[in-house]
């Protein structure tokens, strides 16, 4: 069975352009959340879609980022435009519909986001 | 949601048994533990969870005390490729806070 997929692996982009990470989950599962990492940081919670509707999106820095998952399986996050403090990983992680306890969440490999 | 406190690095040795221990002392009623492992480059991967006493998988083992304030993950005869960093979480439903972790390294 295909793990999580993100494309691309790796981005650089310019200050002020426009980048849209793709998130496959795997098939199945209605959860999937984003997370990022900037330099030196820890890892930190983005938003959660249950299928194509946003669950809790508290974790989302300003309105440059939008996250979208339309029919409920791949979602995107669109960063827009596109500031130097944006570099960072940007993982997808999904889980199947809970069930008595959280879920175990199935990490992407993540996307390098430089933005110069 | 409750916060976690781990060693920030530990080392080891191959064939060691390696614990490392979490506090969690605000834990909620319905809040799990889940230990999380990330090699470089790559997401975290899930190692183990539980909620209270002792849970046991083919990669680790967790140990829970009754008042649930701290547990210890327990990684039997490391290896090499046991390196990496170990995040010990706290959650409750669904959003999930990631701390700083440990980052053990296994040595020769």
């Known amino acids: 069975e295909a793990g999580v997929t993100q494309f691309p692996s790796h981005s650089v982009i310019e200050k002020g352009q426009t980048v849209t990470l793709r998130c496959d989950p795997i098939?199945?599962?209605?959860?999937l959340y984003w997370y990022r990492r900037v330099m030196g940081k820890e890892i930190k919670f983005l938003l959660h879609?249950?299928?194509?509707?946003?669950?809790?999106e508290s974790g989302m820095p300003n309105n440059r980022f939008l996250a979208e998952r339309t029919g409920g399986t791949y979602s995107t996050l669109k960063v827009q435009p596109a500031e130097l403090e944006d570099s960072g990983v940007y993982f997808c992680?999904?889980?199947?519909?809970?069930?008595?306890?959280?879920?175990?969440?199935?990490f992407g490999p993540g996307t390098r986001l430089t933005v110069l | 949601l409750a916060k976690t406190t781990q060693p920030i690095s530990m080392d080891s040795y191959e064939g060691q048994e390696v614990n490392i221990t979490c506090s969690h002392n605000n834990i909620a009623t319905n809040d799990y533990i889940t230990w999380y492992q990330q090699f470089p480059s790559q997401g975290p991967r899930f190692i183990i969870q539980g909620y209270k006493t002792k849970v046991t998988n083919e990669v680790a083992s967790l140990f829970i005390p009754a008042d649930r304030k701290s547990s210890t993950l327990s990684l039997p005869r490391v290896s090499l490729s046991d390196t990496a960093v170990y995040y010990c979480?706290?959650?409750?439903?669904?959003?999930?806070?990631f701390g700083a972790g440990t980052r053990l390294f296994v040595k020769a």
């Open positions: 992680a999904s889980s199947p519909p809970l069930a008595g306890g959280p879920n175990e969440q199935f």
């Open positions: 979480l706290v959650i409750g439903g669904f959003k999930t806070i």
């Open positions: 879609f249950v299928k194509e509707s946003k669950q809790d």
């Open positions: 098939s199945g599962h209605d959860n």
